[in-house]
């Protein structure tokens, strides 16, 4: 072949323009991830979220084959983080691990920049948690029989903590009043830690708590379980009852932590996160791990199961904070 002749640059010309071609599709399907990964995290460092993302991270480093950085972005209500997942989420690299409270209670209990049914989407539950009624251990009462007996002779009311006004402590602690013609008295503090510290001084007799926080105390003596607001007998607390056992199904919701994406991001990509994260929270290690916090293991829900599932516990705490007047903050 002439080397000079037309046809021969032509042909030439081709073959380059077709393996331009295959390298430029090569690298658009170049396999994912090929870079690190970004977990964001609504929290402050070593709080639940963080410690449940981090246990998230190893196993996604060894399913998906790169490092895994875990980011703290706490602070106002969980937006910041929910806007650095807007800002840097569409190409599946940064996902985010909130507590389905961040959907379901702070958009209704607060003013938030985001837009929690449009600006998320969850894609595996990692745990899921229940808050336990603890009192006072110089409060005469063990049981729910005993604290609503005790309840109705406080002629002022009955004062009880949580860890967030307009939060599901709170609304908890409403309901109960609701339900068994109590007078409860809400005092919210800035998170569990404070509030579990005037429970134990006495300056305040009762509390709704999340199990990671309280559990600790339970085991120590410290504070007495009463019952727990989940839909069975949680494993670390095998001997506290349910509200449901009790007369009360009205308060059964579960609530659960979840890895979550921006809605734009690969479908592909959205489903081998999934995947990798059911894998390693399936593992027998990790649950144990995520029992000692004092966490149930996570459903096998789609990501549309779950938002089913916000959706009906939204309109429950919009119906509970309704029914107390509450003012978004």
Do not use: C
Not at 5 to 24: Q, V, Y
Not at 44 to 69: E, F, K, S, Y
Not at 96 to 114: M, N
């Amino acid at each position: 072949m002439n080397p000079r002749s037309p046809h021969t640059k032509h042909a030439l010309a081709l073959a380059m323009a077709i393996g331009l071609g295959a390298f430029g599709v090569a690298q658009a399907q170049t396999p994912w991830p090929n870079k690190p990964l970004r977990l964001l995290v609504a929290g402050p460092a070593g709080g639940t979220a963080d410690a449940l993302a981090r246990l998230l991270a190893d196993g996604l480093q060894h399913g998906l084959g790169q490092p895994v950085i875990v980011e703290s972005k706490p602070g106002a209500s969980g937006a910041i983080a929910i806007q650095e997942l807007k800002a840097k989420g569409r190409d599946g690299y940064t996902f985010l691990v909130i507590q389905e409270g961040t959907v379901t209670e702070s958009p209704l209990a607060y003013k938030v920049s985001y837009d929690p049914f449009k600006d998320l989407k969850p894609l595996a539950q990692l745990t899921r948690t229940g808050l336990v009624l603890v009192a006072n251990k110089s409060v005469p009462i063990t049981n729910l029989q005993q604290l609503i007996a005790y309840g109705k002779a406080q002629k002022d009311g009955l004062d009880f903590a949580s860890y967030s006004a307009g939060l599901k402590g709170h609304t908890s602690g409403m309901q109960l009043g609701q339900l068994a013609q109590l007078n409860m008295r809400h005092v919210g503090y800035k998170g569990s830690p404070p509030a579990l510290v005037d429970l134990m001084g006495g300056h305040v007799p009762l509390m709704f708590d999340g199990l990671t926080t309280s559990l600790p105390l339970i085991k120590a003596g410290k504070i007495t379980p009463i019952a727990v607001v989940y839909p069975t007998r949680l494993a670390e607390l095998p001997n506290v009852p349910t509200f449901t056992e009790l007369g009360y199904p009205q308060m059964a919701k579960a609530g659960w932590f979840a890895v979550w994406s921006h809605p734009d991001a690969p479908p592909a990509v959205q489903q081998k996160l999934r995947d990798a994260a059911m894998a390693h929270f399936r593992q027998a290690p990790v649950l144990a791990q995520i029992r000692t916090m004092g966490m149930e293991p996570p459903l096998p829900l789609t990501p549309a199961e779950m938002t089913a599932d916000l959706q009906d516990g939204a309109a429950k705490q919009a119906a509970l904070l309704k029914s107390i007047n509450y003012q978004p903050e």
